[in-house]
Antibody, heavy 126, light 106 residues
Framework: QVQLVESGGGLVKPGGSLRLSCAAS????????MNWIRQAPGKGLEWVSY????????YYVDSVKGRFTISRDDAKNSLYLQMNSLRAEDTAVYYC???????????????????WGKGTTVTVSS | SYELTQPPSVSVSPGQTASITCSGD??????ACWYQQRPGQSPVLVIY???KRPSGIPERFSGSNSGNTATLTISGTQAIDESDYYC?????????FGGGTKLTVL
């Protein structure tokens, strides 16, 4: 079945680094945009980054630009998030999600995330 | 930057209709989608492209989008629908989430 499994979370000190991974199965990974979304304790969802099918288009939320790097390895059906210079405010559950992106006949762009993993917890604390 | 605004909470009695709104500037010119997140679980897509339901989502979930407001409607609300709901749109090549609405069924 279609599945996303995140790993790599943990406890890290401020200024430290972590690399999150997301293993995909049950679908053709290379056909899809992929995303990282996070949720701080007791807070709402915050989109963090996405990477296009080819890996040529990448976007980040402003708060992580210059610190986080998204990448993918289609041969391994895997998505990654390298997180450097971590701050307390990066503490969250990090979800990997599959993105559907396209344009309709009426020339309206759409983007939604139809498959989500269970998440991995990142805690930044001294 | 583009913003989506949702009411923090909505209450509904079992069997009644719940409506959750999502407001944004000219949101009707974009596509909106909705996610359900039960406590302790990952989000699940319940509506995409304003009004389409993914496979496996009950027919009681429906959506609309016009003007500045997208609406998620749950007809015949059940206790299992008690969750947080998030709207989402696409703007300037980035993903925008609303702040979320806690639906209470009482």
């Amino acid at each position: 079945q279609v599945q996303l499994v995140e790993s790599g979370g943990g406890l890290v000190k401020p200024g430290g680094s972590l690399r999150l991974s997301c293993a995909a199965s049950g679908f053709t990974f290379s056909d899809y945009y992929m995303n990282w979304i996070r949720q701080a304790p007791g807070k709402g969802l915050e989109w963090v980054s996405y990477i296009s099918r080819s890996g040529t288009t990448i976007y980040y939320v402003d708060s992580v630009k210059g610190r986080f790097t998204i990448s993918r390895d289609d041969a391994k059906n895997s998505l990654y998030l390298q997180m450097n210079s971590l701050r307390a405010e990066d503490t969250a559950v990090y979800y990997c999600a599959r993105g559907e992106y396209g344009i309709t006949a009426t020339a309206t762009w759409y983007y939604y995330m139809d498959v989500w993993g269970k998440g991995t917890t990142v805690t930044v604390s001294s | 930057s583009y913003e989506l605004t949702q009411p923090p909470s909505v209450s509904v009695s079992p069997g009644q209709t719940a409506s959750i709104t999502c407001s944004g500037d000219k949101l009707g010119d974009k596509f909106a989608c909705w996610y359900q997140q039960r406590p302790g679980q990952s989000p699940v897509l319940v509506i995409y492209q304003d009004s389409k339901r993914p496979s496996g989502i009950p027919e009681r979930f429906s959506g609309s989008n016009s003007g500045n407001t997208a609406t998620l409607t749950i007809s015949g609300t059940q206790a299992i629908d008690e969750s947080d709901y998030y709207c989402q749109a696409w703007d300037s090549s980035t993903v925008i989430f609303g702040g979320g609405t806690k639906l209470t069924v009482l």
